[in-house]
């Protein structure tokens, strides 16, 4: 069993690494999109039983319509996974824009305004909004944006850029092996992953 967990993590590891040449190369768009749809655990170990999320797609295009209409989220890619009733939503700004208030601003109504619009459906299967990311080449390097960033925080609003979602990713899923490892130091092919 534990060859078998370490192999599935291993796999990850490499899945990640396929995510990056991706992101290096800026096929960010379609392909960028269904490798995270594919692969939802590239954001966080605990969204691996998420799948894609098409119930609430008119809702979404409608509001991002309303909210995300400027040049920097022009091409935007984005991405609704589901589990039960829980929803995460993944936005992906236009590749060499760097984040300011105005587009966390942004970011912040359109989920609000998601939100409430789950609230008021309630024949609908998705129950809430679970979690919000944003992801950003960049993000301005001053005090004021890194204390707005944090008061999104608050409400499930994440901010980070694609370094620091693959340097993540490979952090959890690296520890994950090294603590296989660790447990099974005598199994040869475990080691040898």
């Known amino acids: 069993t534990a060859l078998n967990i370490a192999e599935s993590v291993k796999t990850k590891i490499l899945a990640i690494g396929e995510l990056t040449q ?14 995270i749809y594919e692969h939802p655990w590239v954001i966080h170990p605990k969204w691996e039983r998420f799948q894609k999320e098409k119930s ?20 935007r890619v984005d991405l609704a996974l589901s589990a039960g009733n829980q929803l995460l939503l993944i936005e992906f700004m236009r590749p060499e824009i760097e984040i300011d208030f105005d587009h966390l601003d942004r970011i912040n109504y359109y989920v ?16 809430k909004l679970d ?8 993000k301005k390097d001053s005090e004021l944006i890194h204390s707005r960033i944090n008061q999104l925080e608050v ?21 994950y092996l090294k603590l296989l490892k660790a447990r099974n130091p005598t199994d040869k092919r475990i080691q040898d992953l």
């Open 56 to 75: 609430v797609e008119s809702i979404i295009n409608e509001i991002g319509i309303k909210h995300l209409s400027e040049p920097a989220f022009n091409g």
């Open 131 to 138: 979690t919000a990311y944003v992801v950003a080449d960049t």
């Open 22 to 35: 991706r992101v290096q190369s800026r096929q960010l768009e379609n392909k960028v999109r269904d490798f």
């Open 155 to 175: 409400d499930n609003i994440l901010v980070m850029t694609w370094n620091t979602l693959i340097e993540q990713a490979l952090k959890q899923w690296g520890d």
């Open 112 to 127: 609000m305004d998601i939100r409430n619009r789950l609230a008021k459906e309630t024949a609908c299967q998705i129950k």
